[in-house]
């Protein structure tokens, strides 16, 4: 089992006979992910990789039956992107983009309602269950099949955990990068909410950062939804406040949006919160071992 | 990107919200000659930079003649403004704005933003005017009205009526109030805001609503469609440096440490400076290498950190996902044949074919200290530098 993709997922590549999408959807293949073809506006009917190209997202779904599509356009064209994938009923948008205008995504969630899509992104390296079904960027070779559920607003810092994880021979059920822009496709709770449900999933990490609520919203519905134990860094604590730090949504604009208040905030909420990135695999090996000594949860102050 | 207060007024003015009269000057002559234009027996003369906080600052005074508009405009243009939102050598004023005085009856506040929590654009609105918003917040959290817009049918006038009676902008004014906001908002919409304020917005003599200052903050990713928009950036209200980074695709924010760091990702980019700054060191910058960190790339990165003559030393931190290790190493070797390094280089790489990363490095016969783990490299860098200046 798994969170959102897995063996059984069947892949459309969005923007599929572009140089990125390509190079990606080659090397989802080559780790075993089930990528049925592609879109390309004016390509439909020809072959790329092998796979089918489609002129429209209805016409792919019709003839494959995806249910995860991977968005490989620039960001000017993405929100139309999405919202034909929205339309053709896919399960799950990934969206790689860096750079969509936020009032496009604004228009996106609003378009959302009703519809029983999940979008991962943007701004995100996707999503990759280890060894089953990878959709995005990340290098898969740090990855490796396991219990921990990861969750986080940036790629790199999610390799960085991942890497302190799978080093000390903690493997993950699936991990999801949501995006560092302010209005994502889907937040902190719909993933941890996933992985709560999901039988192989026995710990969650959370990597937030600096800007927004989403966090300490995070913290406050996992107090009372979340069962298993969800240990946690909010990158940003040395950021000054006014600037963006490279992500869009990294922007400090008031008391609540700082690394500090937000790991606080986390902390009484129950989290166990990392104050040492370094420290995140280590903090994740301690959680488990007491998961396994005792079978009830518990609040362990890190 | 923000613009200055006049390109507002402007741009307001063309969405018919009333601004008051008046014009931007770069001579002290000109200023003159606009306060002759607008008439009357008082004028403002503010001076034209993006930070806040002028008004504290010495950078906005009544004037009750053309001698005095054109005095205030001598003092401010040229010198440097200081106030609580730039740093303490101010920015260069090179424009002041001449606006007609008013008697102001009443002050209100209206701010236009993107709400997180909703993920929509919100109106906000205080009968506490003249106030950071902020601070209004913080004190009297119920003088802030917020109403969030459904972006499928954007802001109704029952919205509008509803903030104006809770702000008590009634009676008479309400329709003027409702107007104002409906304006405000399709400006926000039209032009891809990220954030807009009018403060104060007054009731002036006459019964009318006027916007008497007001600043706006467009979405970088959006500029791509606002031609017009692009147009009014202003590169000398922009760190230099930060504009020189971001021509070579390099996110870098200039800190006030001494290590320097060059990292790809934001994220792991700010849990480095975070690590440093655990470590008891502090950081002199945030710089993002992003995605394709080509030899150019790091080259350029390494000169943009060095020209800091505070930095003591640097952090090179890379975890190579689509990025390869040995690219990465080949970058940095360039880097450091290609210019003088005064200082030393902790290098950490991790990620996808970093042994033969590592190989490159050491036959290259560069001098640089090996980490391997991003604590290790944070500790090393700030040992070095502290070696060095005892």
């Not at chain 2, 950036?233 to 390099?250: P, Q, V, W």
């Amino acid at each position: 089992m798994s969170v959102f993709v897995g063996k059984n997922s069947k892949v459309i590549f969005q923007g599929f006979t572009g140089q990125h999408a390509s190079f990606h959807a080659e090397e989802a293949i080559k780790g075993g992910t089930k990528v049925v073809g592609g879109v390309t506006p004016g390509k439909g009917g020809s072959t790329h990789l092998g796979l089918p190209v489609f002129h429209t997202m209805e016409a792919a779904m019709q003839e494959t039956g995806a249910d995860v599509s991977a968005i490989f356009v620039p960001p000017a064209f993405a929100a139309d992107a999405i919202m034909e994938a929205i339309d053709a009923h896919i399960k799950i948008i990934v969206v790689i983009a860096d750079g969509i205008p936020v009032q496009d995504m604004v228009r996106v969630k609003r378009y959302l309602i009703g519809h029983e899509a999940i979008i991962i992104g943007p701004n995100t390296p996707g999503i990759i269950t280890p060894g089953e079904c990878k959709v995005g960027i990340m290098p898969s070779h740090i990855y490796k099949p396991g219990h921990i559920g990861v969750v986080s607003r940036s790629g790199t810092l999610n390799y960085e955990a991942v890497e302190q994880m799978t080093e000390r021979d903690l493997g993950q059920s699936t991990s999801v990068g949501i995006g560092g822009d302010p209005v994502n496709g889907c937040d902190f709770i719909t993933v941890l909410n996933a992985f709560e449900k999901d039988p192989e999933t026995d710990a969650v990490v959370m990597i937030g950062e600096i800007g927004g609520p989403q966090e300490v919203d995070a913290a406050l519905w996992a107090q009372t939804n979340m069962s298993k134990p969800i240990i946690s860094f909010v990158a940003g604590i040395s950021a000054p406040p006014g600037r963006r730090m490279g992500h869009a949504g990294a922007l400090i604009s008031g008391d609540a949006d700082t690394a500090e208040v937000k790991m606080n905030r986390m902390e009484e909420l129950g989290m166990h919160v990392v104050r040492n990135p370094a420290d995140i695999g280590e903090t994740v090996e301690q959680v488990l071992s007491q998961l396994k000594s005792k079978s009830t949860k518990q609040a362990v102050t890190v | 990107m923000n613009i200055h207060e006049y390109q507002t007024k402007e741009l307001l003015k063309n969405y018919d919200v009333t601004v008051p009269a008046g014009r931007v000057a770069h001579t002290i002559s000109h200023a003159g000659s606009v306060a002759e234009d607008i008439g009357g027996s008082r004028w403002v003369v503010k001076a034209q930079i993006h930070a806040g906080g002028r008004g504290k600052g010495g950078g906005i005074k009544l004037a009750d003649s053309i001698e005095e508009v054109q005095k205030l405009s001598d003092q401010m243009i040229g010198s440097r403004l200081v106030t609580h939102q730039t740093d303490n050598t101010g920015h260069l004023v090179q424009r002041v704005l001449v606006e007609q005085a008013f008697n102001i009856e009443k002050e209100f506040y209206l701010g236009l933003i993107i709400n997180r929590s909703s993920q929509r654009i919100t109106l906000i609105a205080s009968s506490s005017g003249g106030m950071d918003i902020e601070e209004v917040a913080r004190e009297t959290p119920e003088k802030v009205i917020k109403e969030i817009v459904d972006p499928a049918v954007g802001l109704h006038e029952f919205q509008c009526r509803k903030v104006c009676a809770r702000i008590g902008l009634v009676d008479k004014h309400m329709q003027a109030g409702v107007k104002l906001m409906k304006r405000f908002y399709r400006c926000f919409r039209d032009k891809d805001a990220l954030l807009a304020e009018i403060n104060p917005l007054a009731l002036v003599e006459g019964d009318r609503l006027v916007a008497l200052d007001a600043k706006m903050t467009f979405d970088d990713n959006a500029l791509f469609r606002h031609p017009d928009i692009t147009d009014l950036r202003d590169f000398d209200e922009e760190d230099s440096k930060e504009i020189e980074a971001s021509g070579h695709g390099l996110n870098y924010i200039a800190l006030d440490g001494n290590v320097g760091c060059i990292v790809n990702g934001a994220g792991l980019a700010m849990a480095t400076m975070d690590s440093i700054a655990l470590h008891g060191g502090r950081p002199a910058n945030f710089l993002d290498v992003g995605g394709g960190a080509s030899p150019e790339k790091i080259a350029n990165a390494f000169r943009i950190v060095l020209e800091d003559p505070s930095v003591k030393g640097i952090l090179l931190n890379i975890f190579a996902g689509i990025n390869r290790c040995d690219w990465i190493a080949n970058g940095i070797v360039q880097a450091i044949r290609d210019q003088e390094i005064r200082v030393p280089v902790v290098v950490r790489l991790a990620g996808t074919n970093v042994e033969q990363g590592w190989v490159i490095l050491e036959e290259s016969g560069l001098e640089y200290i090996k980490a391997t783990k991003l604590d290790t490299a944070a500790k090393k860098i700030i040992e070095v530098i502290n070696e060095k200046e005892q």
